[in-house]
């Protein structure tokens, strides 16, 4: 038997050998290249074969990602994609028609389309089961109208996840149904929302009337809760790889603490500093030990634990640095221009620390609220009693709102 | 499928944990604890805890297997195995293990002390205490009315002898003069010595380890026993917790049970979260500290287990393990504050077990360094 690890070394070798990055001259030779690993099945070896992977365990990609930038090729550019690759794709994977995984997933994991996620809405975040967008069934159509908000790239973005109302009458998880939604289609508006940073990373989208085919429907009628927690669960996929130390947000106190003229380095401000050293550091091991099992199958709970102590301790850590700052922090280089980035921005590193307070406040709202996070540590893990709803067993249309 | 060492070890230690569980276990049952605070027949139920330890051939974790001992330090997975069983030490009140079984062995190992006397210890045929005067814990430190010279020893009422640290020396003091004192956890004896009865050249004593070595052995010391100790107050605070979680289940008002009301399950979720943390920080203090002691051990270097020079490794490994006591310390005496308010009353009484829990925590905050200690040798190792 021929091991799996060597036969990927193999084929990248010869995938290299008949694609040679060095030929890439542009935007189209690149997403050319990209299409051809695809269709190599080097893409991402945990896909299924046909579809850009050959169905191994997932941590075995390292081996082709790591020969393919030794040979200085290119990569999907993965820290852009995070709707792409860690919602829509393994939701498309998952409960996706042959023909629907055949048409999407190629341009998805290349990123020649680019994807938003039509989840929020204005009266239902956390409580995201209790969304009222509507769709209606008319022919072959649905026709859907709502706001969705919150969302990332909607302006730039070609194709959207959607999930909608199809049936007021039954009880409030079980009436929602997942949708892919070309961006395109008349009924489509997309306004920015600013943000207390002052820029617009996230958009308000409006539907009035949008006619979606019945075939790009995802899933069975009613069944959309189901995948939409799966896309949610992606969400918080991680790597597998181990972050090195003093990375991520919480490295931009330390380097600007050590920065500072040591008689500015009050004994004080140093024990906080070097509580949050320790507990950044005790998350990132404990992030490197969720991602060696997440790498290997499922996210673990603990993913939740995970998410709710590093959104707190950016927050901290933030808050600390500007403390430490002292008035220095009275200035804010930034501005407050209202800008709409064309571009998921996760490279921390370089952020002014004022402007890194301000960002990290959405850290403990956006992909699962901290008191949300709770709930699931709390219910899931520790197996304490739910709260007592009112909401679950009544059909949708009487549950107050 | 073959195990690797770690994983072994790991398994022996989850083994072992359980003969410790019987051993301390009964312990908790008002009667015995009461025996402990009265102190009257306290040597009798801490006699017995010893003797069950022992008979689990755990005391020679770490010595090596040609003194008798079951020399896991040279196949692998030491401290993983050592970790294991503190978390289950953690959550019974048993004796100190801190010292006789990760401290003392690695002062014996490094000093390379007598085959025999390591086979003693091995064997739990002598067991030693260990003094260390080398640091600034606050154990050290006055409170009004004690002498300034004040050491307190744990555990060291009838032991074979302390193992005494001091800058530059190491040595082994057979007849110190140690005065038992009533202490804040009773499930751990504590004795008081005078520092110039220790220090004093006229008292009689091995040395061991002098100069440079005996420094650089009194941080390897130091840290194996700070290990143990962080990972013992990460299985209190586990133990805390699953208390807490049981109580919060099963305790109703209101109409509900208690657990329902978001108010306690989310400070409920905020321990596990924050315990969850301090584990993995254990997990890595534990890989380090033993890649340290196995460069440290053979002069000369490790066969491929150490990343750099003994004494990098050595600081490296020392910081990380301050770093997970000072967080384990924080974090559990936090959580058992916040368990036995979560218990409301019942939490207060004398017959609930969260006071026993929650004394140990406390007690072991301040044993080894307290967490503001511990983050100063952190900060100067990182340059903060």
Redesign the interface.
């Known amino acids: 038997m021929t091991d799996p690890a060597q036969q990927l070394r193999a084929d990248t070798e010869a995938f290299l050998a008949a694609h040679p990055p060095a030929d890439i001259r542009t935007e189209a030779d690149r997403l050319a290249h990209l299409e051809a690993r695809f269709d190599a099945g080097l893409a991402a070896v945990h896909y299924p074969e046909g579809l850009g992977g050959r169905g191994l365990p997932r941590h075995l990609q390292t081996i082709v990602d790591e020969c393919i930038s030794a040979a200085g090729g290119p990569d999907n550019r993965p820290t852009r994609g995070v709707v792409n690759l860690g919602m829509a794709g393994p939701t498309i994977l998952a409960g996706g028609t042959q023909e629907q995984k055949e048409r999407f997933m190629r341009p998805l994991w290349t990123g020649r389309h680019v994807w938003c996620q039509l989840f929020s809405e204005p009266g239902a975040g956390s409580d995201l089961a209790g969304l009222a967008t509507k769709a209606v069934r008319d022919g072959d159509d649905w026709v859907v109208t709502g706001q969705k908000v919150w969302t990332t790239l909607a302006h730039l973005a070609d194709w959207a996840i959607l999930v909608a109302r199809t049936d007021p009458g039954v009880p409030k998880h079980r009436g929602i149904t997942y949708f892919l939604l070309d961006m395109a289609s008349p009924g489509v508006t997309v306004r920015p929302l600013r943000q207390i940073t002052g820029e617009a990373e996230f958009n308000e989208v409006y539907l009035d009337e949008v006619r979606i085919p019945d075939s790009l429907r995802l899933g069975p009628e009613g069944a959309g809760w189901k995948l939409a927690t799966l896309t949610l669960s992606n969400e918080r996929s991680g790597t597998g790889t181990e972050p090195p130390r003093e990375s991520g947000a919480p490295g931009n106190l330390f380097r600007a603490w050590r920065d500072l003229p040591q008689e500015e380095r009050e004994t004080g401000l140093r024990d906080a500093v070097t509580r949050a050293w320790i507990r950044s550091e005790a998350i990132r091991l404990t992030q490197r030990d969720v991602g060696i099992r997440m790498a290997a199958g499922d996210p673990p709970p603990e993913a939740s634990a995970l998410k709710l102590a590093k959104a707190e301790n950016s927050k901290e850590t933030a808050s600390l640095l500007l403390q430490a700052l002292g008035d220095r922090a009275l200035e804010h280089d930034d501005g407050y221009a209202f800008t709409r980035p064309t571009e998921m921005n996760f490279d921390v590193g370089g952020l002014t620390p004022t402007y890194a307070y301000l960002r990290s406040r959405a850290n403990s709202l956006e992909g699962g609220t901290s008191e949300v996070l709770r709930n699931v540590i709390g219910e899931r893990i520790l197996g304490l009693p739910r709260e007592p709803r009112t909401d679950v067993d009544v059909p949708f249309s009487e549950v107050p709102r | 499928m073959s195990q690797n060492p770690a994983e072994a070890a790991v398994a022996f230690g989850a083994t072992v944990a359980s003969a410790l569980a019987a051993a301390g276990g009964n312990a908790r049952t008002v009667e015995q604890y009461d025996a402990l605070v009265e102190r009257r027949s306290a040597s009798d139920v801490l006699r017995d805890h010893r003797a069950r330890l022992v008979a689990t051939g755990l005391p020679g974790l770490l010595v090596p297997e040609d003194a008798d001992g079951l020399g896991l330090l040279e196949e692998g997975g030491a401290f993983a195995a050592l970790v294991a069983v503190a978390r289950a030490a953690g959550t019974v009140p048993g004796p100190d293990i801190a010292a006789p079984w990760a401290a003392v062995p690695t002062i014996l190992r490094l000093a390379g002390a007598d085959h025999a006397l390591q086979a003693q210890v091995a064997a739990g045929e002598v067991r030693l205490a260990v003094a260390d005067l080398t640091g600034t814990p606050a154990a050290d430190r006055t409170a009004a009315g004690t002498a300034r010279d004040t050491v307190r020893v744990v555990d060291g009422e009838e032991s074979d002898g302390l193992l005494v640290l001091e800058p530059g020396r190491i040595r082994l003091v057979r007849d110190a003069a140690l005065l038992p004192v009533s202490t804040f956890d009773p499930t751990r004896p504590v004795s008081t010595v005078s520092r110039a009865s220790l220090t004093d050249d006229t008292i009689a004593g091995d040395t061991l380890a002098q100069g440079e070595r005996a420094d650089q052995i009194a941080v390897l010391a130091r840290a194996a026993g700070r290990l143990v100790l962080a990972a013992e107050l990460h299985g209190t605070g586990q133990e805390l917790?699953r208390l807490v979680?049981e109580h919060?289940?099963t305790r109703m008002a209101f109409g509900?049970?208690l657990?329902?009301?978001?108010a306690l399950?989310?400070r409920?979720?905020?321990l596990?979260?924050?315990l969850?943390?301090?584990?993995?920080?254990v997990?890595?203090a534990a890989r380090l500290l033993e890649a340290a002691l196995s460069t440290g051990s053979q002069s000369g270097g490790a066969d491929g287990t150490g990343d750099g020079d003994p004494a990098t490794t050595s600081a490296e490994a020392s910081a990380y393990v301050a770093?997970a006591l000072?967080?384990a310390s924080?974090t559990v005496v936090h959580g058992g504050e916040e368990v036995l308010q979560l218990h409301g009353g019942i939490g207060y009484t004398w017959e609930s077990p969260v006071h026993v829990l929650l004394k140990r925590a406390v007690a072991s905050r301040v044993r080894w360094g307290s967490p503001?200690e511990l983050?100063?040798e952190?900060?100067q190792r990182?340059?903060?």
Do not use: I, M, N
């Not at chain 2, 657990?259 to 978001?262: A, V």
């Not at chain 2, 969850?276 to 920080?281: I, P, T, Y």
């Open positions: 917790l979680v919060l289940s509900r049970p657990g329902s009301f978001q399950k989310h409920t979720a905020d596990w979260s924050e969850s943390l301090v584990g993995s920080l997990d890595e770093a000072s967080l924080d503001h983050r100063q952190v900060a990182f340059e903060l």
